[in-house]
Protein backbone atom coordinates (compact mmCIF):
# COMPACT_ATOMS: atom_id res chain seq x y z
CA UNK A 1 0.00 0.00 0.00
CA UNK A 2 1.49 3.45 -0.66
CA UNK A 3 0.79 7.18 -0.60
CA UNK A 4 -1.68 8.70 2.05
CA UNK A 5 -4.46 6.81 3.59
CA UNK A 6 -7.49 8.14 5.46
CA UNK A 7 -9.75 6.50 7.40
CA UNK A 8 -12.84 6.46 7.88
CA UNK A 9 -14.48 7.88 4.62
CA UNK A 10 -17.28 8.98 6.08
CA UNK A 11 -18.55 9.75 9.65
CA UNK A 12 -21.43 10.73 11.47
CA UNK A 13 -21.38 12.13 14.65
CA UNK A 14 -23.72 13.92 17.49
CA UNK A 15 -22.26 16.53 19.28
CA UNK A 16 -21.40 14.41 22.87
CA UNK A 17 -19.59 11.80 20.62
CA UNK A 18 -15.84 11.27 20.76
CA UNK A 19 -14.41 10.07 17.93
CA UNK A 20 -10.84 9.86 15.92
CA UNK A 21 -9.80 10.19 12.77
CA UNK A 22 -6.78 8.32 11.48
CA UNK A 23 -4.26 8.84 8.57
CA UNK A 24 -1.11 6.76 7.53
CA UNK A 25 1.21 7.71 5.17
CA UNK A 26 3.61 4.81 3.35
CA UNK A 27 6.27 7.57 1.56
CA UNK A 28 9.22 7.91 4.21
CA UNK A 29 8.06 11.48 4.96
CA UNK A 30 8.85 13.37 8.35
CA UNK A 31 5.79 16.10 8.57
CA UNK A 32 1.99 15.55 8.40
CA UNK A 33 -0.66 17.62 8.21
CA UNK A 34 -4.42 18.56 8.68
CA UNK A 35 -6.68 20.57 6.97
CA UNK A 36 -10.07 21.76 7.28
CA UNK A 37 -11.45 21.90 3.60
CA UNK A 38 -15.26 23.63 3.70
CA UNK A 39 -17.23 24.53 0.75
CA UNK A 40 -16.01 28.08 -0.99
CA UNK A 41 -13.22 28.55 1.67
CA UNK A 42 -9.76 27.91 1.22
CA UNK A 43 -8.27 24.98 2.83
CA UNK A 44 -7.50 25.86 6.21
CA UNK A 45 -4.49 24.65 7.90
CA UNK A 46 -4.99 23.19 11.72
CA UNK A 47 -2.16 21.08 12.77
CA UNK A 48 1.40 20.19 11.27
CA UNK A 49 3.74 18.12 12.76
CA UNK A 50 7.54 17.36 11.85
CA UNK A 51 9.29 14.28 13.12
CA UNK A 52 6.57 14.09 15.31
CA UNK A 53 6.78 17.46 17.06
CA UNK A 54 4.24 19.39 17.00
CA UNK A 55 5.49 22.95 14.92
CA UNK A 56 2.12 24.85 14.08
CA UNK A 57 -1.67 24.83 15.81
CA UNK A 58 -3.65 27.38 13.75
CA UNK A 59 -5.94 28.64 16.96
CA UNK A 60 -7.70 25.34 16.34
CA UNK A 61 -10.54 24.91 18.87
CA UNK A 62 -9.34 22.09 21.90
CA UNK A 63 -12.30 19.93 20.63
CA UNK A 64 -9.68 18.85 17.72
CA UNK A 65 -6.89 17.16 19.13
CA UNK A 66 -4.37 15.77 17.58
CA UNK A 67 -1.94 13.16 18.28
CA UNK A 68 1.05 11.93 16.07
CA UNK A 69 2.74 8.59 17.69
CA UNK A 70 5.25 8.52 14.85
CA UNK A 71 6.14 9.82 11.47
CA UNK A 72 3.83 7.83 10.00
CA UNK A 73 0.23 8.24 11.66
CA UNK A 74 -1.47 10.74 12.50
CA UNK A 75 -4.94 11.27 14.47
CA UNK A 76 -7.24 13.40 14.91
CA UNK A 77 -9.40 12.76 17.87
CA UNK A 78 -12.67 14.69 17.97
CA UNK A 79 -14.88 15.60 20.94
CA UNK A 80 -17.95 17.74 21.63
CA UNK A 81 -18.67 19.02 17.84
CA UNK A 82 -20.52 21.81 17.11
CA UNK A 83 -22.54 21.34 13.63
CA UNK A 84 -20.23 23.90 11.78
CA UNK A 85 -17.14 21.26 12.19
CA UNK A 86 -18.78 19.56 9.70
CA UNK A 87 -16.45 19.52 6.47
CA UNK A 88 -14.15 17.24 4.60
CA UNK A 89 -10.73 16.78 6.67
CA UNK A 90 -7.83 16.24 4.40
CA UNK A 91 -4.45 14.64 5.96
CA UNK A 92 -1.36 15.42 3.43
CA UNK A 93 2.21 14.50 4.02
CA UNK A 94 5.60 16.03 3.10
CA UNK A 95 9.10 15.27 2.59
CA UNK A 96 10.82 18.18 4.61
CA UNK A 97 15.13 19.44 4.19
CA UNK A 98 15.50 22.36 5.60
CA UNK A 99 12.16 24.14 5.37
CA UNK A 100 9.28 23.10 3.24
CA UNK A 101 9.67 23.74 -0.26
CA UNK A 102 7.72 21.00 -1.63
CA UNK A 103 4.61 19.22 -2.82
CA UNK A 104 2.19 17.47 -0.26
CA UNK A 105 0.70 14.77 -0.35
CA UNK A 106 -2.68 14.04 0.57
CA UNK A 107 -5.36 11.53 1.71
CA UNK A 108 -8.74 11.13 0.02
CA UNK A 109 -10.08 12.89 3.50
CA UNK A 110 -12.75 12.03 6.19
CA UNK A 111 -16.01 13.65 5.70
CA UNK A 112 -17.47 14.32 9.09
CA UNK A 113 -21.11 15.46 9.59
CA UNK A 114 -21.90 16.52 13.11
CA UNK A 115 -25.71 16.27 13.71
CA UNK B 1 -1.34 39.27 4.88
CA UNK B 2 -0.03 36.60 2.88
CA UNK B 3 -3.15 35.53 0.46
CA UNK B 4 -4.30 33.85 -2.43
CA UNK B 5 -7.34 34.77 -4.92
CA UNK B 6 -9.23 32.27 -7.43
CA UNK B 7 -11.53 34.93 -8.48
CA UNK B 8 -13.21 32.60 -11.12
CA UNK B 9 -15.27 30.01 -8.50
CA UNK B 10 -16.29 27.95 -12.23
CA UNK B 11 -14.83 27.69 -15.55
CA UNK B 12 -15.78 25.68 -18.39
CA UNK B 13 -13.98 24.32 -21.21
CA UNK B 14 -14.72 22.89 -24.67
CA UNK B 15 -12.67 18.89 -24.92
CA UNK B 16 -9.39 19.80 -26.64
CA UNK B 17 -9.91 23.59 -26.34
CA UNK B 18 -7.55 25.29 -24.23
CA UNK B 19 -8.56 27.00 -20.97
CA UNK B 20 -6.73 29.84 -18.32
CA UNK B 21 -7.31 29.88 -14.58
CA UNK B 22 -6.32 32.63 -12.70
CA UNK B 23 -4.33 33.01 -9.29
CA UNK B 24 -3.02 36.27 -8.04
CA UNK B 25 -1.20 36.17 -4.55
CA UNK B 26 0.20 38.96 -2.21
CA UNK B 27 3.64 38.84 -0.32
CA UNK B 28 6.02 40.49 0.62
CA UNK B 29 8.49 37.70 0.23
CA UNK B 30 11.04 37.45 -2.56
CA UNK B 31 11.49 33.87 -2.46
CA UNK B 32 8.83 31.44 -2.47
CA UNK B 33 6.81 29.04 -3.85
CA UNK B 34 3.68 28.66 -5.96
CA UNK B 35 1.62 25.49 -6.73
CA UNK B 36 -1.28 24.42 -9.04
CA UNK B 37 -3.48 20.93 -7.25
CA UNK B 38 -5.75 19.22 -8.81
CA UNK B 39 -8.73 17.80 -6.71
CA UNK B 40 -11.29 15.50 -8.67
CA UNK B 41 -14.85 14.76 -6.83
CA UNK B 42 -14.29 12.23 -4.42
CA UNK B 43 -10.72 11.61 -4.98
CA UNK B 44 -7.33 12.78 -4.04
CA UNK B 45 -5.94 16.63 -4.34
CA UNK B 46 -3.05 16.08 -6.30
CA UNK B 47 0.05 18.59 -7.50
CA UNK B 48 -0.61 19.81 -11.08
CA UNK B 49 2.61 22.06 -11.31
CA UNK B 50 5.40 23.55 -9.37
CA UNK B 51 6.83 27.09 -9.63
CA UNK B 52 9.88 28.41 -7.45
CA UNK B 53 9.99 32.30 -7.83
CA UNK B 54 13.47 32.98 -7.98
CA UNK B 55 13.19 31.03 -11.77
CA UNK B 56 12.09 33.21 -14.43
CA UNK B 57 11.01 30.57 -16.60
CA UNK B 58 7.88 29.18 -16.52
CA UNK B 59 7.08 26.03 -15.59
CA UNK B 60 5.59 23.08 -18.00
CA UNK B 61 4.18 20.07 -17.30
CA UNK B 62 2.90 17.97 -20.48
CA UNK B 63 -0.26 20.31 -21.31
CA UNK B 64 -0.25 22.03 -18.34
CA UNK B 65 1.94 25.34 -18.26
CA UNK B 66 1.79 28.57 -16.08
CA UNK B 67 2.17 32.29 -16.89
CA UNK B 68 4.23 33.55 -13.74
CA UNK B 69 4.79 37.47 -13.43
CA UNK B 70 6.66 38.03 -10.61
CA UNK B 71 6.03 41.38 -10.29
CA UNK B 72 2.37 41.73 -10.97
CA UNK B 73 2.10 38.49 -8.50
CA UNK B 74 0.17 36.44 -10.77
CA UNK B 75 0.28 32.68 -11.48
CA UNK B 76 -2.00 31.45 -13.99
CA UNK B 77 -2.29 28.32 -14.90
CA UNK B 78 -3.08 27.23 -18.94
CA UNK B 79 -4.84 23.53 -19.63
CA UNK B 80 -4.17 22.81 -23.70
CA UNK B 81 -5.70 20.35 -24.98
CA UNK B 82 -8.46 19.50 -22.33
CA UNK B 83 -9.31 16.40 -21.69
CA UNK B 84 -12.85 15.22 -19.75
CA UNK B 85 -9.97 13.54 -17.09
CA UNK B 86 -9.27 17.29 -16.28
CA UNK B 87 -13.04 17.99 -14.42
CA UNK B 88 -11.66 19.16 -11.18
CA UNK B 89 -11.27 21.62 -8.74
CA UNK B 90 -7.84 23.42 -9.22
CA UNK B 91 -6.25 24.80 -6.30
CA UNK B 92 -3.52 27.52 -6.47
CA UNK B 93 -1.28 27.63 -3.32
CA UNK B 94 1.55 29.53 -1.97
CA UNK B 95 4.10 28.83 0.25
CA UNK B 96 7.28 31.08 1.76
CA UNK B 97 10.46 28.99 1.73
CA UNK B 98 11.28 27.76 5.35
CA UNK B 99 7.51 27.36 6.58
CA UNK B 100 4.74 24.42 6.57
CA UNK B 101 2.41 27.42 6.34
CA UNK B 102 0.93 26.53 2.86
CA UNK B 103 -1.83 29.03 1.69
CA UNK B 104 -4.42 28.18 -0.67
CA UNK B 105 -7.03 30.36 -2.70
CA UNK B 106 -10.77 28.81 -2.45
CA UNK B 107 -10.64 27.24 -5.92
CA UNK B 108 -11.50 27.26 -9.64
CA UNK B 109 -14.15 23.98 -10.13
CA UNK B 110 -13.03 23.27 -14.33
CA UNK B 111 -16.53 21.42 -16.00
CA UNK B 112 -15.01 19.71 -19.61
CA UNK B 113 -17.63 19.60 -21.63
CA UNK B 114 -17.55 16.35 -24.56
Known amino acids: ETGVTQTPRHLVMGMTNKKSLKCEQHLGHNAMYWYKQSAKKPLELMFV???????ENNSVPSRFSPECPNSSHLFLHLHTLQPEDSALYLC??????????????FGEGSRLTVL | AQTVTQSQPEMSVQEAETVTLSCTYD???????LFWYKQPPSRQMILVIRQEAYKQQNATENRFSVNFQKAAKSFSLKISDSQLGDAAMYFCAYIPPGTYKYIFGTGTRLKVLA
Open chain 1, 92 to 105: ASSRVAGGNTGELF
Open chain 2, 27 to 33: TSESDYY
Open chain 1, 49 to 55: YNFKEQT
